[in-house]
């Protein structure tokens, strides 16, 4: 009972992640074209981020000495990297290619997971991870303007890689009786990637005038510094703090599936606030991205395995290295898999 409610809380946490993620893109276009760099937006956005976790990482300041590698990893992977590579490519490639690659993060993950750590995957977890890239490759429409770049693809490619690192960091230390807290790893994140940021976006020659006007959302004036707030708070700050929790109560390639839903909901709410039409097949590649994340979260085997089998919410705690929330070895283990970002 409590196994099967923590499991429903952790599709919550991931959905409401992907909601959270998936507005970004529609409150950073109209300062975009305000005319700040996209590039000055991401670096507002980590670092308005990380002042606001500022106090958290002060009171989690004991991970500085007990996971140092794990915060720079997560700095440099789930945040820095992720935003950095794709908005470089994005600068070469076509905005829906570059998305698509990035979203084939999850069968990344489950490559990692098969291959690099050794557990077999659930059939209905690859599946729901075919279904939900092809869906996605109907939403945001590959067909339209493809060019081949190599640089600008390898570039997308690595975005899609530190996305990875995004859902593979999130879980680690879940098995340990002394677990580092989500929560803390996520300030020191941001911190770091704020740092990494500041080199490659080089704010100083930013027009800082641009936040004290307004921006146009579909024919309305909306304050820069509302949308940057939205930004900050709940495409940042709420997004990762509710996408790496659900990691903690889902695996991550479960809920890696799950996240590919960002690409429907930023191109939903395109629809509605920003005025950009959906057409019939992103309609129905938003419906195939819905059946193949449910496909993977519903992949719990009827029957405990012998092994650890990844894709399900009922891996072995003992062997596959991971506890449940009670910070036990072998307890809760329907809670203790995971599954990215910005």
């Known amino acids: 009972m409590h196994a099967s409610q923590g499991r429903s809380a952790g599709l919550g946490l991931a959905l409401a992640s992907a909601f959270a993620f998936g507005g970004s893109g529609v409150a950073a276009k109209p300062l975009i074209e305000a005319g700040l760099d996209p590039l000055h937006v991401v670096w507002l956005r980590v670092a308005g981020a990380a002042l606001v976790m500022l106090p958290v990482a002060w009171r989690h300041r004991d991970l500085l000495r007990r996971k140092p590698a794990l915060l720079v990893g997560f700095g440099l992977l789930a945040v820095a990297g992720v935003q950095a590579f794709y908005f470089a490519s994005i600068s070469r490639i ?13 069968a990344l993950v489950l490559g990692w997971v098969r291959f690099v750590q050794r557990r077999p995957v659930t059939r209905a977890a690859a599946l729901g991870v075919v279904l939900a890239v092809g869906g996605l490759a109907c939403v945001v429409q590959v067909w339209s303007g493809l060019t081949f770049d190599l640089v600008g693809l390898l570039l997308a490619l690595a975005a899609a890689c530190c996305q990875v690192g995004y859902f593979v ?9 002394e677990q580092a807290d989500p929560i803390g790893v996520i300030a020191y994140g941001l911190l770091v990637g704020a740092l990494v940021l500041t080199v490659v976006a080089r704010p100083w020659g930013m027009d800082w005038a641009l936040l004290g006007g307004s ?11 509302l949308l940057l707030g939205w930004i900050v708070l709940i495409a940042t700050v709420l997004a990762y703090v509710t996408g790496v929790v659900s990691v903690r109560r889902l695996s991550p390639q479960v809920a890696g599936v799950v996240a590919c839903l960002e690409a429907v909901i930023a191109t939903v709410l395109a629809w509605v606030l920003l005025g950009e039409h959906l ?19 519903s992949s719990t085997p009827k029957a405990p395995a012998a092994g650890p089998v990844a894709g399900s919410a009922t891996d072995d705690a003992g062997e596959a290295g ?8 072998g307890r809760d283990t329907e809670l203790s898999a995971r599954r990215t970002a910005p």
């Open 322 to 329: 991971l506890v449940g929330t009670s910070g036990e070895p």
């Open 169 to 177: 960091l999130s879980d680690q230390g879940s098995g340990e009786a």
């Open 279 to 297: 057409d019939v097949p992103q309609i129905i590649g938003g419906a195939v991205v819905l059946v193949g994340a449910f496909i993977a979260q």
């Open 94 to 106: 076509p905005v829906g290619v570059a998305l698509l690659i990035e979203y084939l993060a999850p």
């Open 215 to 225: 921006a146009d959302m579909d024919g309305n004036a909306v304050p820069a510094w």
